[in-house]
């Protein structure tokens, strides 16, 4: 804001859209942050209503995805998408199941190095959907993976200053998956990367 009151940059037309951009993407995390701290505050309450309701895990990944999309392509990344599972339809509250997506693949990216390879594929077997979330990123030591769903918690990331957040996200997204009747495992490797895996009982 402070820049776009210069007159330099109020002559320049690129210059200005930039810090637009930059106003406008700093709104949206901004939102997210207190949404995210609103929702761990119900949580504690136990207050939290799903709207459960059939739908398809799909579609609701491919909304996930495109949000994520920017951010991957500002680091020159890759998305590798392969949503093999013969059945996706859960019982879910779309919006936070959408949410819980999305907070995985921002973790995906926010600890990656420049030209990050996230990989997301889908499965099904029995009455279970799997969803594997997987990158090459910074990873984590065996004390960071034991703590990572502990609310607050937030892994010591070296010299690594860009990773902003409250350490919400992840205690956010176990509780989610534990309110559809699912479950999550971590795997990773310190600087190899790390692996997410999402079951969820398929819809009756």
Do not use: W
Not at 4 to 29: H, Q, S, W
Not at 89 to 95: K, L, N, S, T
Not at 106 to 123: F, G, Q, R
Request: with cysteine; hydrophobic share 40%.
């Amino acid at each position: 804001v402070d820049a776009l009151k210069n007159e330099k940059v109020t002559a320049d037309k690129e210059k200005t859209n930039y810090f637009i951009g930059v106003i406008k993407e700093e709104n949206k995390r901004m939102n997210k942050q207190v949404e995210t701290i609103l929702q761990a505050a119900l949580l504690d309450k136990q207050e939290v209503q799903l709207n459960l309701k059939k739908l398809s895990a799909h579609a609701m990944i491919r909304s996930a995805l495109n949000n994520i999309e920017l951010p991957v392509n500002e680091k020159q990344g890759k998305l590798d998408v392969s949503l093999d599972a013969l059945k996706d339809v859960i019982m879910a509250d779309e919006v936070h199941f959408t949410n819980l997506i999305n907070n995985l693949l921002d973790n995906a990216v926010k600890y990656s190095n420049e030209n990050p390879v996230i990989k997301l594929s889908t499965s099904s077997s029995g009455n279970l959907l799997k969803i594997k979330i997987e990158d090459n990123g910074i990873g984590m030591n065996k004390e960071t993976l034991s703590r990572i769903f502990e609310k607050f918690y937030r892994a010591h990331t070296g010299n690594i200053h860009n990773v902003k957040g409250f350490g919400l996200g992840l205690s956010y997204v176990k509780t989610m998956i534990d309110a559809h009747k699912g479950n999550i495992k971590a795997e990773s490797t310190l600087g190899k990367g790390t692996c997410f895996t999402v079951t969820i009982p398929l819809a009756k």
